[in-house]
């Protein structure tokens, strides 16, 4: 069955996976712009991970039949500084009609900091200007009720962006429900020890429904999963869970709200 | 005990006899791999500071007693059990990473079930 990973970070996967995945069922990727593990020394750092993402990657991708998206932005776990964190906003522009961007993402807050909270508050705001889908991050572990509060927060008031154009990732059972009840769209992240769990987000699915949520492996260089996605495909399967409901978290979502773009023709 | 709560509406398609038989070895691995930390922590070393005391030790044996409850949303209440509850920005952001449990969390059993070492 056809599937989409609206949020992996392929950079930090082998080819090996890209393969996997095809074989997988993997028709599209969406890969938002992420912390490297380690803070770029310069602006221009940036500049040439935005050429990795907009020119090299969607190549590599496409020698699997995989068609490959993206998503720009200066990520909040570099956000503290906020002067640098400027140099990289302006280079955000530039690259925004390169023929795979889907918008700004994935911006958020990781330690819910004033500067972080400064800076998404700035590419919320050029993500209105621009008329561009974001992509938020929601922070980690115990940080992430708060930081979700704080970003829709801010969302709401910059006051120019319709909910229903912008994805919050990386939900739990603590955060689900106001994220989708503020009418917003919900990612649920598959990871092995921290976020959802396969069995995880089918339990989450079942209680709120499949109205506006996908799920994503948000594949890394971290412990993560690329085959995450079909594997939540069989958790759905083997509770009983039709064809047709596990295509509408998998496939049919992510294709509706993907689509808002232009851009998007998976 | 009561295993699950009688006033949860049915959404899972599966039966209760088929959950129980598809996923019980699962979790009985699991609740052992729980087991065998806190025994692990006693024959551990000591040291400085003592992680006896630490709050994630604390949030663990508060989060088994809402295993224990009987009440439905057990996942969403041990989230917000580890959860930052307040709404002010942080003055910095300091470290990136996360502790698993907000560092400032107050125990909620002060006067703990367990008598052995890992208790508090």
Redesign the interface.
């Known amino acids: 069955m056809p599937y989409i990973d609206p949020h992996i970070h392929m950079v930090s996967r082998t080819t090996d996976d890209y393969q996997r995945m095809a074989q997988a069922g993997c028709i599209a990727v969406t890969e938002p712009a992420f912390w490297a593990g380690f803070d770029r020394s310069s602006p221009q750092g940036f500049f040439d991970y935005f050429r990795q993402l907009t020119d090299y990657e969607p190549r590599r991708a496409a020698g699997f039949g995989i068609d490959h998206y993206c998503w720009l932005c200066i990520n909040p776990?570099e956000a503290?500084d906020p002067g640098f964190a400027r140099e990289v906003i302006k280079l955000i522009p530039q690259f925004l009609a390169a023929p795979n961007v889907l918008g700004i993402g994935e911006i958020g807050l990781?330690?819910?900091?004033?500067?972080?909270?400064a800076v998404l508050e700035e590419q919320i705001a050029l993500a209105a200007e621009y008329d561009q889908l974001i992509l938020v991050h929601t922070?980690?572990?115990?940080?992430?009720?708060?930081g979700t509060?704080?970003t829709l927060d801010a969302i709401k008031r910059n006051g120019r962006l319709d909910p229903g154009r912008v994805l919050i990732d990386h939900v739990?059972?603590?955060t689900v429900k106001m994220v989708l009840d503020e009418g917003y769209w919900a990612g649920m992240t598959l990871y092995p020890d921290s976020k959802c769990t396969p069995?995880?987000s089918a339990?989450i699915i079942?209680?709120f429904g499949s109205e506006r949520l996908w799920v994503n492996s948000a594949g890394d260089w971290g412990c993560s999963d690329p085959l995450a996605v079909p594997k939540t495909m069989v958790e759905m399967r083997?509770?009983?869970?039709d064809e047709a409901a596990i295509a509408r978290i998998t496939l049919d979502n992510p294709r509706k709200f993907l689509s808002q773009s232009p851009r998007f023709r998976a | 005990m009561n295993a699950t709560s009688n006033e949860t509406s049915p959404?899972?398609?599966?039966s209760r006899g088929r959950t129980m038989n598809?996923?019980f070895m699962e979790h009985r691995a699991k609740l052992l791999d729980i087991a065998a930390f806190l025994d692990r922590l006693d024959r551990s070393q000591p040291s400085f500071p003592e992680p006896l005391d630490d709050v994630r030790l604390a949030a663990i044996h508060d989060a088994l007693a809402i295993l224990g409850d009987g009440q439905p949303?057990r996942?969403?209440r041990i989230?917000?059990l580890?959860?930052?509850?307040?709404?002010e920005?942080?003055?910095?952001?300091?470290?990136?990473?996360?502790?698993?449990?907000?560092?400032q969390r107050q125990p909620a059993s002060a006067s703990s079930t367990s008598s052995s070492s890992t208790s508090r």
């Open positions: 776990k503290e990781n330690k819910n900091s004033r500067n972080e909270l922070p980690h572990l115990e940080d992430k009720k708060k509060r704080l739990e059972e603590h069995q995880r339990d079942e209680q083997r509770r009983g869970h | 959404t899972c398609p599966l598809l996923y949303e996942v969403r989230l917000e580890l959860s930052d509850p307040t709404l920005p942080a003055p910095k952001a300091g470290e990136k990473g996360a502790l698993g449990v907000w560092p």
